[in-house]
């Protein structure tokens, strides 16, 4: 099945630690995105990238590095420059650049602190 | 400034009742606008798209309107039922050709049995 694949489900980070998240997709989508979530709030873009080796920052970039190797794959990198880094974290994919196409989401990564 | 706002109080209503959730923005002027379900510690998923010439839009028990003059959508669940619990959240496109979505910070609602 298509789909988008995020792992580890769960991870925690020590302090002055980079961790990576994994985001995988199988949807031939050109576009992906990633997402922190926090409590009672919405989705803040934290990177996007349009097609592969090219990336631009999202509204709450600082303390977060990305990379587009390859298509299907998109990670995020939460440096030790974020320092509450604590949220759920969410990867999506979009096929196309106008706006009738949906995003399609993976179920997330939730980062803690230990 | 640019603002897409949901209600976020939870909506709580009795099973079979129809539900409501709007959504309104101010000073964007999409072409389409989404909803998506969010259920706790899972993604958000795509339900339905609405167009700006598009007055109203139905899929099953869903519907969904998008008033371009007053600037919001509204979205409908008839004859609820306890698994329709969940957040709902509404994307739209900002029209400036960088494939985002702006979103919602999404309504929850509880539907009793």
């Known amino acids: 099945d298509g789909g988008i694949t995020q792992s580890p489900k769960y991870l925690f980070r020590k302090e002055g630690q980079n961790v990576t998240l994994s985001c995988e997709q199988n949807?031939?989508?050109?576009?992906m995105y990633w997402y922190r979530q926090d409590p009672g709030q919405g989705l803040r873009l934290i990177y996007y990238?349009?097609?592969?080796?090219?990336?631009q920052k999202g509204d709450i970039a600082e303390g977060y590095s990305v990379s587009r190797e390859k298509k299907e794959s998109f990670p995020l990198t939460v440096t030790s420059a974020q320092k509450n880094p604590t949220a759920f974290y969410l990867c999506?994919?979009?096929?196309?650049?106008?706006?009738?196409?949906?995003?399609?989401f993976g179920d997330g990564t939730r980062l803690s602190i230990l | 400034s640019q603002k897409i706002e949901q209600n976020s109080e939870a909506l709580n209503i009795q099973e079979g009742k129809t539900a409501t959730l709007t959504c309104n923005y101010t000073?964007?002027?999409?072409?389409?606008l989404q909803w998506y379900r969010q259920d706790p510690g899972r993604g958000p998923v795509f339900l339905l798209l609405?167009?700006?010439?598009?007055k109203e839009k139905r899929k099953e028990r869903l519907k969904v309107t998008f008033d371009t003059t007053l600037k919001q959508s509204l979205f409908h669940i008839t004859a609820s039922q306890p698994a329709d619990s969940a957040t709902y959240l509404c994307?739209?496109?900002?029209?400036?050709?960088?494939?985002?979505?702006?979103f919602g910070s999404g309504t929850r609602l509880l539907v009793r049995p």
């Open positions: 949807l031939n989508h050109d576009a």
């Open positions: 994307a739209l496109d900002p029209m400036d050709s960088s494939y985002k979505l702006i």
């Open positions: 000073n964007y002027s999409p072409a389409y």
């Open positions: 999506a994919s979009r096929s196309g650049v106008i706006g009738n196409q949906p995003q399609h």
């Open positions: 990238s349009q097609i592969v080796n090219d990336f």
């Open positions: 609405i167009r700006e010439n598009e």
